[in-house]
């Protein structure tokens, strides 16, 4: 009998899946969100760079809670918007509710700049000669348009700021499904379904009951543009590329740095010191649904409830 030729471990190896065209979105987002914020292609504490999917790795320990610093330095622009975002981040989360209309105004402004860049980004007209500036200006004028019809449609608002928040404490299961879960999820659909069924019911329960879910969502986000500005000062956006590995289902190889946890930390006590300050100072007495009229011929001011 012929003796059965030897296989190595390169022809034994399964060939990884095909991305789907929800990773391959993924991806290019975070591609072009690495390359903006000043990464290099590798973070350090890798061993040979890059990993096998070109794409940059996050922060690793080191040591007994030692962290290499990221393989990247920090930009002026990237800066600037951080710190921007900081400022935009404590009115959120301290004076969300009581700055109602422009709150309604910037969250339609954040969707609709998201939707259409990360539309620009995956698919790009034919012949077309746009490039990243352009992408970003043509998303910033959907983003305005959806902002004043946020602003002006009552409903329209509510609802986007009810999704907002769904879609924030659907990224926090994620991450507790990856570390506290024996067997996570690997398939694609299971963020996505946890991203539509988070958003949708809290955006219905946004709806009927504006006030109570109106703090909740802007604590959350206004803590969360907080710490991804602090996140980005420190490790160069690790919370964030964590993250979107959670999106992507990927498996981890390696455990995360402490910063990142103590990032995600920050996130939770600024949330919930947002929800404490809006409930009993900023939002005291206020309420959307009532406004000033003044009537110039009998010179009186009377306030309404709508």
């Known amino acids: 009998m012929r003796p059965r030729p030897h296989l190595s471990q390169e022809t034994n190896r ?5 991305p789907t065209p929800i990773n391959q979105s993924i991806t290019m ?3 072009s969100l690495t390359t903006w914020a000043g990464l290099t292609p590798t973070w350090a504490g890798a061993t040979e760079g890059a990993t096998a999917g070109g794409e940059a790795e996050l922060l690793r320990p080191v040591g007994a809670g030692v962290c290499q610093s990221p393989g990247g330095r920090h930009r002026v622009v990237p800066s600037v918007v951080c710190a921007v975002g900081v400022l935009f981040g404590i009115v959120y989360c301290f004076f969300g509710y009581r700055c109602f209309k422009a709150v309604m105004f910037l969250t339609g402004l954040l969707f609709g700049s998201a939707v259409v860049f990360l539309l620009c980004v995956r698919q790009p007209l034919p012949d077309s ?8 200006g043509v998303a910033v ?3 305005l348009l959806c902002g004043l019809v946020a602003m002006l449609v009552r409903s329209v608002g509510l609802f986007l700021v009810g999704l907002l928040l769904g879609l924030l404490l659907a990224l926090a299961l994620l991450v507790g499904l990856e570390e506290l879960s024996s067997a996570p999820p690997r398939s694609v659909w299971v963020p996505l379904g946890l991203l ?26 206004g803590a969360a543009a907080i710490t991804v500005a602090m996140d980005y000062f420190a490790e160069l956006l690790g919370l964030v590329l964590y993250v979107v590995e959670r999106l992507k289902a990927a498996p981890r190889d390696a455990p995360v740095c ?14 919930a ?8 100072v900023t939002a005291e007495g206020y309420s959307h649904t009532k406004v000033w009229i003044v009537s110039w011929a009998s010179q009186e001011v009377e306030r309404v409830d709508l």
Do not use: I
């Open 273 to 280: 010191l947002g929800v404490l300050v809006q409930w009993k």
């Open 141 to 143: 004028g959907a983003g």
């Open 129 to 136: 000669a746009l490039g990243p500036e352009a992408a970003v």
């Open 196 to 221: 539509l069924g988070s958003g949708t019911l809290c955006a219905v329960l946004t709806l009927q009951w504006p006030r109570l879910f109106t703090t909740l969502s802007t604590a959350c986000f």
């Open 14 to 18: 399964v060939p990884p899946p095909s």
């Open 29 to 31: 987002a975070t591609e």
């Open 258 to 271: 402490w910063v990142t946890w103590a990032a995600l930390g920050v996130w939770g006590a600024l949330a």
